[in-house]
């Protein structure tokens, strides 16, 4: 399919072609059906959560350019739900669709040291870092930047993996030989209150819209729950929201953008990471907001106005992970006694420790209310 003019809306009835196949593309794919598009998925996984609820499903490795071709030429836009695509794929993409984010704005995120490089080189608040590439330079970097400090590979982490926490000197060498020759990045340890993020979007005539900032709490390096409204002053969410639009802009982002952030304890806020698609902490927004974050990017890309991100009530969400089916199917029906609790499970066969299976969103008149309704229900599927 040809691509339209520059600021022509891609309308429904048009096909919405989708690079990842896991649960953020299966909630962007019905979400994009509901809208009147049809859905193609180009991932190397069959029977994906994607997939199940896709209109089409191509299984191919990214790195078959001709089969990425064949793919693009058969939709009216490409976007993601993951950002560990390879730069060539996304190059072959727009030989025959526009890509939305752009290429180059997956290449700067998908990688630690270019996403930090890029953020300071543009004025933004990050924790000092440096590029590691040998013991000499870890050993360097400790000298510098202290201890603690946490050592992260620089490409294909996410969850937690690929990073560790660094106490003292005596652990630097064993650390550098995990990484088995891996670039890496040491950042400064960061003694943050609280972890938040913000979900913004940008069209192409570079309207920005943010959600409310979520307040993230994590177990074992995964997000275990988040809340909207976040607990922070009026002055601190605008400073937030205003970073993540400064971001959106600098990168010229053409759909959606998360930001994560740490408030340190004396008030500042740094950031984090960037993922230029959907979150898992903006999940509360399928239930919570006029408009959820999958259908905002969407409009996005497809070059609609952008919906209200307006919070009907304050929400939470809570991820439900693999070891919940360790004695079995959970009991559904006993976490939905909760009227006000909602459930979206993502398709996948196989319940393993650690793997996202599904998340619990709730409301309530306060956050605390909604947090409750959430951890409750969890708890009530093991009961």
Known sequence: MTEPSALAPILPGATIGILGSGQLGRMLAIAAKQMGYTVAIFSPDSDSPAGQVADREVVSNYDDLDAVR???QGVDVVTFEFENVPSATTRAAAEF??????GQVLHITQQRLREKSFLQDHGFPVTPFRRITSLAELQAAAQDLGLP?????ASFGYDGKGQVKLRSAAELTNAFLALKGAEAIYEAFVDFEKEISVVAARTLSGDVRAFPVFENGHANHILDITFAPADLSETLACQACAIASGILESLDVVGLLTVE???TRDGRILVNELAPRTHNSGHLT???CATSQFEQQLRAVCGLPLGST???RPAAMANLLGHLWEAGEPDWANALQDPWVKLHLYGKAEARVGRKM???NGIGSTTAEAVGRVSKARER???
């Open 70 to 72: 064949a793919f693009a």
């Open 97 to 102: 669709a526009p890509v939305r984010p752009d």
């Open 149 to 153: 400090a946490v050592l992260k590979t």
């Open 261 to 263: 952030m740490f408030l």
């Open 286 to 288: 399928l239930d919570a």
């Open 310 to 312: 307006e919070l009907h």
């Open 358 to 360: 599904g998340h619990l």
């Open 381 to 383: 599927l093991r009961l």
